[in-house]
């Protein structure tokens, strides 16, 4: 099994639709987590972290089931601009101190007219 | 945000050669930092971290002959591939993070590098 998992898509949604996204992982001892996006042939960029209460930044409100392992990403009133790769990142501690960030493989979200 | 610079952004090299990447914060020390690949429609593989001044932990598979990553600096590290081969040919990406004990510090990421090896 992944250590990261996501369903790939694509979404395919119009716009103004509300889409979610989920990601699991499979280790435990996980610690931080994020959300990137990442446009066709470029490098990710940060959409947003992820904290254990929930956390929102405008249309994106991004939530953490340490219970069953996942996180999501919800996106409200899509827009054209929003059709990107989206990344989850999960962050765990090596024994040993070492940092390790692990990436989903993407979902893609193709919004249209 | 911070700036992470990557050059260079593609390269095309012939079977037997070696390729440089390097990977620049331009704006921050960047105590650690992370070179990844990816191939299309696949996930960011993590190939190494790098912290300045000590020899890099390369993951499982990655070959640390072939893969020469050094970090000389706080703001340079650089990823030589050695004798690239066709099955090299991919998107390499960098990152870095400045902090070594927030583990909720973002890292940036350089704007990635094509390499195509014919």
């Known amino acids: 099994r992944k250590e990261v998992e996501q369903d790939p898509g694509p979404f395919n949604v119009p716009e103004g639709a509300t889409v979610a996204f989920n990601c699991t992982y499979s280790n435990s001892a996980s610690q931080s987590f994020f959300w990137y996006r990442q446009d066709c042939r470029k490098e990710p960029k940060l959409l947003m972290s992820v904290y254990s209460s929930g956390n929102e930044d405008g249309r994106f409100t991004a939530q953490l089931n340490r219970a069953s392992q996942y996180i999501s990403l919800l996106i409200r009133d899509s827009k054209l601009s929003d059709s990107a790769t989206y990344l989850c990142a999960v962050i765990r501690i090596r024994s040993g101190g070492s940092y390790i960030p692990t990436f989903g493989r993407g979902t893609s979200l193709i919004v249209h007219p | 945000g911070a700036v992470v610079s990557q050059h260079p952004s593609w390269v095309i090299c012939k079977s037997g050669t070696s390729v440089k990447i390097e990977c620049r914060s331009l704006d921050f020390q960047a105590t650690t930092m992370f070179w990844y690949r990816q191939f299309p429609k696949q996930s960011l593989m993590l190939m190494a971290t790098?912290?300045?001044?000590?020899?890099?932990?390369?993951e499982q598979g990655v070959e640390k002959d072939k893969f020469l990553i050094n970090h000389a600096s706080l703001t340079l590290s650089t990823l030589t591939v050695t004798s690239a081969h066709p099955e090299d040919s991919s998107f390499y990406i960098c990152?870095?993070?400045?902090?070594?004990?927030?583990?909720?510090?973002?890292?940036?990421f350089g704007q990635g590098t094509r390499l195509t090896v014919v």
């Open positions: 990152s870095a993070r400045a902090d070594k004990v927030n583990l909720n510090t973002e890292a940036f």
């Open positions: 790098s912290n300045e001044g000590s020899k890099a932990t390369y």
